[in-house]
Each structure stands twice: as structure tokens, then as C-alpha cells.
T-cell receptor
Framework: AQKITQTQPGMFVQEKEAVTLDCTYD???????LFWYKQPSSGEMIFLIY??????QNATEGRYSLNFQKARKSANLVISASQLGDSAMYFC???????????????FGQGTILTVHP | NAGVMQNPRHLVRRRGQEARLRCSPM?????VYWYRQLPEEGLKFMVY????????ESGMPKERFSAEFPKEGPSILRIQQVVRGDSAAYFC???????????FGPGTRLLVL
């Protein structure tokens, strides 16, 4: 079974500063994928960034980067130069390759609410 | 290039009625996933389908819930005899193949009175 843990229920950051959202995971799979999604107050789920377990370099997408530390089983999201529009709920998620038929399904953490102050 | 479409966006049902939620995946995507988000919680996997096949329904409640993805038309999540505990946001996601990034629809907010 896979498990995602997000220990920060809420985070605050000043506009234009960087912020790190924590995510740790637990899995017995050798191959897996790690994802971050943003859910603004409007409710939609927006894909932000993906990291494969065999990727040697940390993933980056614009102001988002994923700090992947495989030995520590952590996949923290770093948002640089925060903007007011970054205020939202952020979910860490993972898929696995358990050798079964459903390694595509996502397991989500509980989420972190990020508030960006002007 | 339309994204994942879900309708209706909001659905109100009385206890005992049926709810039908529709999902049209992105063009070229043949893998569909349904997730449920209860208030103040993260998303929980319900079912994974490919065209005409249910691949994994391990997250579906054993009774009253069913899903299909016919050869033609959208995927349907059907909830029979709804109860208040079914009130939640139901999200559909699609991907071109399993293991790749899933793109979510806007969700259907179901409210059971």
C-alpha cells in the first residue's frame, strides 16, 4: 500500500518570497511517480509538476520545483517568488507500479493550505 | 483543445434518488479515473476504467455505486439511492496511458438533501 503524508495543514508566506511545502511518502514499489496538484477556492484540480522515481534530476516547471530526496522518501514542492494567486490548497500524490492492474491510480495526501500575504 | 469535461457541475438530489455524473476525457485519452473528495479531505480513488473495461474498482463502495466507460460516449458514475454521506465533490481524471500525468475535470459537487 502507498501512503502520502503532508504534515503542514497550513502555511503562510509573504508575496515574492519562496515557500516549501513538505511531502513524504511510503511505498514498496520500485517504480513510482510523484505529483503535485493545486486546488484553488474554485475547486478545480490543477496539475503542477511530476517526478519519476528514476529521474536523476529534480523536476522544474516555471516557478515550481520538486525537491526529490529518494533515500528520505520526500518530495517537497518549492514555489519561488510567491504570488497572491498561489493561495490555494496543495496536494501531493503518487502512483506506483505494484505489478497489478492499477498502478495508475493516485494516492493523495491530506493537503496543505497556502496563504500568500501581500 | 478541450480539457476533461464533467457535467453537471452541481447536482442536488434528495435521499433515495439516483445521481448520474458524466465525464468526457481529454481527446486521445482512453484511461479514466474517478475520485471522491469529502469536505476538508483529500481525494480518494474510486475506480479506474479503460474503454469498455473496469480495471480497478477497489475504491468503490460495494453497494449503490457503479461506473462505466462505453465505447462511445462519456464515462458515467452512477449512485443509486443516494444518502447524505454521498455529498461530496466527484472528480474525473484522464490520461493517455496508465502511469502518466492525470488531468482533472472541474468536478461535480453532489449535495444530498
Amino acid at each position: 500500500a502507498q501512503k502520502i503524508t503532508q504534515t503542514q495543514p497550513g502555511m503562510f508566506v509573504q508575496e515574492k518570497e519562496a515557500v516549501t511545502l513538505d511531502c513524504t511518502y511510503d511505498t514498496s514499489d520500485q517504480s513510482y511517480g510523484l505529483f503535485w496538484y493545486k486546488q484553488p477556492s474554485s475547486g478545480e484540480m490543477i496539475f503542477l509538476i511530476y517526478q519519476g522515481s528514476y529521474d536523476e534530476q529534480n523536476a522544474t516547471e516555471g516557478r515550481y520545483s520538486l525537491n526529490f530526496q529518494k533515500a528520505r522518501k520526500s518530495a517537497n514542492l518549492v514555489i519561488s517568488a510567491s504570488q497572491l494567486g498561489d493561495s490555494a490548497m496543495y496536494f501531493c500524490a503518487m502512483t506506483g507500479n505494484a505489478g497489478g492492474t492499477s498502478y495508475g491510480k493516485l494516492t493523495f495526501g491530506q493537503g496543505t493550505i497556502l496563504t500568500v500575504h501581500p | 483543445n478541450a480539457g476533461v469535461m464533467q457535467n453537471p457541475r452541481h447536482l442536488v438530489r434528495r435521499r433515495g434518488q439516483e445521481a448520474r455524473l458524466r465525464c468526457s476525457p481529454m481527446k486521445g485519452h482512453s484511461h479514466v479515473y474517478w475520485y471522491r473528495q469529502l469536505p476538508e479531505e483529500g481525494l480518494k480513488f474510486m475506480v479506474y476504467l479503460q474503454k469498455e473495461n473496469i480495471i480497478d474498482e477497489s475504491g468503490m463502495p460495494k453497494e449503490r455505486f457503479s461506473a462505466e466507460f462505453p465505447k462511445e460516449g462519456p464515462s458515467i458514475l452512477r449512485i443509486q439511492q443516494v444518502v447524505r454521506g454521498d455529498s461530496a465533490a466527484y472528480f474525473c481524471a484522464s490520461s493517455p496511458q496508465t502511469g502518466l500525468s492525470q488531468y482533472f475535470g472541474p468536478g461535480t459537487r453532489l449535495l444530498v438533501l
